[in-house]
């Protein structure tokens, strides 16, 4: 199939690499030109495990083009997907990239005579697709709007993940509001077996703000609990959580092994949720509950919590600066998960703020997202290293916020030779506690 995808950024990408690797002919658009010329020569602009050699690959077969041109991509192609960003903006989603997008392809249609689905891939409420998208394609176009089709085809790619999940997909929704659209989709995702569900439009828009209100809700809820063994005393909430978890429901015992399913990997207490997804969404569904009569006390809670969360890191800092002597800070993992270089809503941020608002001198380091963070973070007091062995040289304290791989191997041996002080704070429960004990303050999310 001939597939326009317009947005190139981490869904946008990964779906136009995707597609194109399974045979399909996609056209990529943005509007930004380096990004374009960075995509036609095969190099990623985004970090994103496994995906520059597939870019590599399917750019140099041909199945994937970029360009800046709408207009061709939308007339050379029988299906356009819609992958543009969908930010909040003061608590609201912010729709204008959809908007703007949607008018310019109606005025594309214009002069194409064959049948043209557009299909959402963005992450937007209930109803966008049906009484935003629909209308504005239609006026630009002229058309009828048996002439064009439209659907919703949501993303459920992890960042860090996002390769292996869109071609190991667990399931594929096709929301839609014609046949022709669906008949489209199902041709384009035929080379995938997985459970497939077609639901309209709403439906389908629906289900990923669900999605991820349940998994920030368990993660809000775990990291509250953790505290709460935190001020209790003498509680180490890993052995609760394991406790919890021989609950058959949670991991089912199966011809006499125990299942783990990898939803329990959210049920670690650790400095919060961040990401380009989780705290928007979350927002702008509370929104877009109390817009339509139904208050969302219970997603108000989690996004409370999670703030909080930054906030009692924060606060632990504070009240062992006297005792440990604490007056330098090294931050390792700035990216908001592993396997990425997204630092959006990264709970490293407001660590580091906070932190710098108390008088504390920062270093920070992180294998990919150091660049970005700096960006973001806008501050010429806080310095920034490549590798996180020169970020804690010197320093009274070490905070692990992003649980990479590599910050695995740390040993109190090594940190002896680096660091001034001794405290250690291992948001991510990812070094072996029992190692740090004597020759380290060694402090954790439910660690009393």
Not at 280 to 289: H, W
Request: proline residues 4%.
């Amino acid at each position: 199939m001939k597939v326009s995808i317009i947005g190139t950024g981490y869904v946008g990408l990964v779906t136009a690499v995707g597609l194109s690797d399974k045979g399909h002919d996609v056209i990529g658009v943005d509007l930004r030109r380096d990004i374009v010329d960075k995509i036609n020569s095969g190099n990623s602009p985004i970090y994103e495990v496994g995906l520059e050699e597939k870019l590599k690959n399917v750019i140099m077969s041909k199945k994937l083009i970029a360009t800046t041109d709408l207009e061709f991509a939308i007339t050379s192609t029988d299906i356009t997907l819609i992958a543009v960003g969908t930010p909040n903006i003061n608590g609201k989603i912010d729709l204008s990239q959809v908007k703007s997008i949607s008018s310019a392809i109606g005025q594309c249609l214009k002069t194409k005579s064959s049948f043209h689905s557009v299909v959402l891939k963005s992450t937007a409420l209930p109803g966008t697709t049906k009484n935003i998208i629909m209308p504005l394609v239609i006026k630009g176009s002229n058309k009828s709007p048996n002439d064009i089709g439209f659907g919703m085809n949501p993303e459920f790619l992890r960042e860090g993940n996002a390769v292996k999940d869109f071609f190991e997909p667990d399931r594929i929704i096709f929301g839609v509001e014609d046949e022709r659209t669906f008949e489209l989709l199902d041709r384009l995702y035929e080379p995938w077996v997985c459970d497939k569900l077609k639901v309209n439009t709403k439906t389908a828009e629906f289900i990923k703000y669900c999605s991820n209100s349940i998994i920030a809700a368990q993660i809000s809820l775990v990291n509250e609990l953790a505290n709460l063994g935190d001020n209790i005393g003498d509680i180490d909430f890993l052995n609760v959580i394991r406790g919890v978890h021989l609950d058959k429901r949670w991991s089912p015992i199966i011809n006499t092994n125990r299942i783990q399913p990898e939803i329990l990997s959210y049920h670690y207490p650790g400095p919060g949720f961040g990401g380009s997804c989780f705290p928007k969404d979350l927002q702008a569904l509370v929104e877009f509950g109390n817009t339509n009569n139904q208050p969302m006390d219970i997603l108000s809670a989690v996004m409370k919590t999670n703030v909080r969360q930054s906030e009692k890191i924060i606060n632990i800092i504070n009240n062992h600066q006297v005792s440990q002597n604490i007056k330098t800070i090294a931050i390792l993992g700035l990216a908001f998960k592993p396997n990425t270089d997204d630092v959006r809503e990264s709970p490293a941020i407001q660590i580091v703020k906070g932190l710098v608002k108390n008088g504390y001198k920062i270093t920070v380091s992180d294998p990919v997202a150091l660049k970005n963070f700096l960006e973001e973070l806008k501050n010429n007091e806080v310095i920034g290293y490549d590798k996180w062995m020169d970020a804690v040289k010197n320093t009274d304290a070490v905070i692990i916020v992003t649980g990479w791989d590599e910050y695995k191997s740390i040993t109190p041996k090594l940190l002896k030779s680096l660091m001034t002080g001794k405290f250690i704070f291992d948001c991510r429960r990812i070094l072996d506690k029992e190692m740090f004990t004597f020759d380290f303050k060694y402090h954790a999310i439910g660690l009393s």
